[in-house]
């Protein structure tokens, strides 16, 4: 199995007083953390098992097991939550996971590399590219498609216009 693990969630506090976490999710359907068998910690060791997974604002309540009151499911906030990549479904066709842009090289139409994909962050205004070119600083691209108009994963890259070609 592959060490390549992808960020599904993260322990946001306690929920009453009988061991019920908050957990704010970061997959699509938040019911699908309940559907993990294999949620881990980032050095990959055991993270939670969880059961009784229900919707709320900004994520799901849960039992975990091993939690059984207030204190011990307050000690887990912060903890963030894995699955391997091999274990989520595959993607339709023409769709991907964000997660498998990481590392695809940055070109321009006329097949100048600008770099590879480092990392793709949202800070609340829509996914960022963080672009690391051969030589220098790492620069943010919009993941939008006027800046990002083909993702070919089949050729491990992407074609990439820089903003100010777009002006």
Do not use: C, H
Request: aromatic letters at 6%; glycine letters at 10%.
């Amino acid at each position: 199995m592959s060490d390549r693990l992808l960020l599904v969630a993260r322990v946001a506090g306690a929920f009453g007083i009988k061991g019920d976490v908050r957990i704010t999710t970061f997959t699509e359907d938040p019911l699908a953390l309940g559907r993990y068998r294999d949620l881990r910690r980032e050095d990959g060791s055991p993270g939670l098992v969880l059961s009784a997974v229900r919707v709320t604002k900004g994520g799901v309540i849960a039992r975990a097991a091993g939690v059984d009151n207030r204190d011990q499911a307050e000690i887990l906030r912060g903890l963030k939550l894995f699955v391997a990549r091999e274990s989520l479904p595959a993607p339709d066709e023409d769709e991907f996971y964000l997660a498998d842009l990481i590392g695809l090289s940055v070109e321009t139409r006329e097949g100048d590399v600008l770099g590879r994909i480092k990392a793709i962050n949202d800070f609340g205004a829509g996914d960022l590219l963080e672009i690391q070119p051969p030589a220098g600083p790492s620069w943010w691209l919009p993941f939008t498609r006027a800046n990002v108009p083909e993702v070919l994963l089949q050729e491990s890259r992407v074609i990439a216009i820089r903003p100010e070609e777009t002006e």
